[in-house]
Structures are given as C-alpha cells and as structure tokens.
C-alpha cells in the first residue's frame, strides 16, 4: 500500500518561491507515476507537474501550460521523495496542492489526468498575496 504524505506549503508574497515536498512509502511497481494536482475553492482539480518512470528509469516530466518555466518537478529516489519548485509564484497559484502516485496506467508522457492516479494525500494549502 502507497501512502503519500506532503509538507512545504505556506504563505508567500507574489514572485516568491515554495517547494513542497511529497514523501512515498510501499512502491514496489517498475512503472510509476507522481503527480502534483491543485484545487482552488470552488474549482475543480487541477493537473500542475508529473514525473514518471518505465521499467524503474525515466524521469519523464509534464507541466500545465500555466506552470511551465516556473515550476519543476523532481525527486530524490534516495529519500523517496518528489519534489515542486514553485518560482515567480501568484496569487492565481493559490490552491490546496495534492501529491498523487499511479501505478494502474503510466503512459509513456506522464497523464495530466486525476483518474489515472491511484493514491493521493492530504493536501497542503498554498497561499500567494498580491
């Protein structure tokens, strides 16, 4: 069983910086797929960034058009942990961001879709001020 669990999020000043972190435990599959979704109030879920990983390599990203150039995704398999750097930060990035694993169905370029995603975590709020 995969159990996510994020951290890093927070109150920032418009064009400030965050990095969440989204640390996994119980992945045993070689094709794998982390994913950062968000939710502001009174939209839906949203796709940001996804990392995959074929046959245990990779690395494959895939970004949102309204995040792309300012945050990348990562991660420290050493640590288990996946990783968002979010840059030049505005008040239209603020959201509960949701860290998400997949191993079901892991295409080729990682899926911006929440329905390919098999875990998920908590959530952690992310506040950006004009």
């Known amino acids: 069983q995969v159990t996510l669990l994020e951290s890093g999020g927070g109150l920032v000043q418009g064009g400030g910086s965050l990095r969440l972190s989204c640390a996994d435990s119980?992945?045993?599959?070689?094709?794998?797929?982390m994913g950062w979704f968000r939710q502001a109030p009174g939209k839906e879920r949203e796709f940001v960034a996804a990392i995959n990983w074929i046959n245990w390599s990779g690395g494959s990203t895939n970004y949102a058009d309204s995040v792309k150039g300012r945050f990348t995704i990562s991660r420290d398999n050493a640590k288990n942990t996946v990783y968002l750097q979010m840059n030049s930060l505005k008040p239209e990035d603020t959201a509960v961001y949701y860290c998400?694993?997949?191993?079901?169905?892991?295409?080729?370029?990682?899926?911006?879709?929440?329905?390919?995603?098999?875990?998920w975590g908590q959530g952690t709020q992310v506040t950006v001020s004009s």
């Open positions: 119980g992945r045993t599959f070689s094709n794998y797929a």
């Open positions: 998400a694993a997949g191993w079901k169905v892991v295409p080729v370029k990682p899926s911006p879709r929440p329905i390919d995603y098999d875990a």
